[in-house]
Every structure is written in structure tokens, then in C-alpha cells.
Nanobody
Framework: QLQLVESGGGLVQAGGSLRLSCAAS???????MGWYRQAPGEQRALVAR???????NYADSVRGRFTISRDNVKNTVYLQMDSLKPEDTAVYYC????????????WGQGTQVTVSS
């Protein structure tokens, strides 16, 4: 059964840390695992992603503060968020791109991250 389960969101003060997790089941041939976020009134935007090779991409606004990693045995992607700022407040969604011939993107249900000043 296909399932993406996110966890780790919450409320934190500015300067604090949170760690998001997204566990995927029922998905094979996973290529890219990533995190996106969407703040009220804004479009969903890439935060970070990690390729099957281990290469990573980060949005400029989070580079140096956030670290993405993946566990290919557990099919889980993590986002370690340090030095959080109020502008990081958003709903965070994990994204899994999988497939060899037919590539599909799967989305988690979203987890709220709120950073208070």
C-alpha cells in the first residue's frame, strides 16, 4: 500500500531546531526525495532535495541552516532545520519522485512548522 507519512513538525522559537521525517512505503525505484513548503498566500516552493546519488540542492534561503538526508533502506527522507526563523513558518511537504520509465511524484500530507519570534 502506497503511503507517505510525515512527522516532526511543530512550534519552535526563533533560533531553535526541528527535524522532519517522511517515511515512504509501497514505492519502488525512488529517485529524488525532497521537501517543499507553502506559506499562506504563497506558492509551494522547493526547500531541499536529495538525489539517488546523494547530491543535494537547497533553496538559497535555507542553505547553511537546513540539512537534507535520506535512508535508502528505510525509504525515509529527513530535514534537519537549525537556526529557524519566523519566515520559515509554513506547511512542509515531502516529495518522492520514483520510476524508471514512467516517473511519478508522490506527496506527503504536509506538516505544519511554526517559528515564533
Amino acid at each position: 500500500q502506497l503511503q507517505l507519512v510525515e512527522s516532526g513538525g511543530g512550534l519552535v522559537q526563533a533560533g531553535g531546531s526541528l527535524r522532519l521525517s517522511c517515511a515512504a512505503s509501497g514505492i519502488v525505484n525512488i529517485n529524488i526525495m525532497g521537501w517543499y513548503r507553502q506559506a499562506p498566500g504563497e506558492q509551494r516552493a522547493l526547500v531541499a532535495r536529495v538525489m539517488a546519488s546523494g547530491d543535494t540542492n537547497y533553496a538559497d534561503s535555507v542553505r547553511g541552516r537546513f540539512t537534507i538526508s535520506r535512508d535508502n533502506v528505510k525509504n525515509t527522507v529527513y530535514l534537519q532545520m537549525d537556526s529557524l526563523k519566523p519566515e520559515d513558518t509554513a506547511v512542509y511537504y515531502c516529495s518522492i519522485e520514483a520510476g524508471r520509465i514512467l516517473v511519478r511524484t508522490y506527496w506527503g500530507q504536509g506538516t505544519q512548522v511554526t517559528v515564533s519570534s
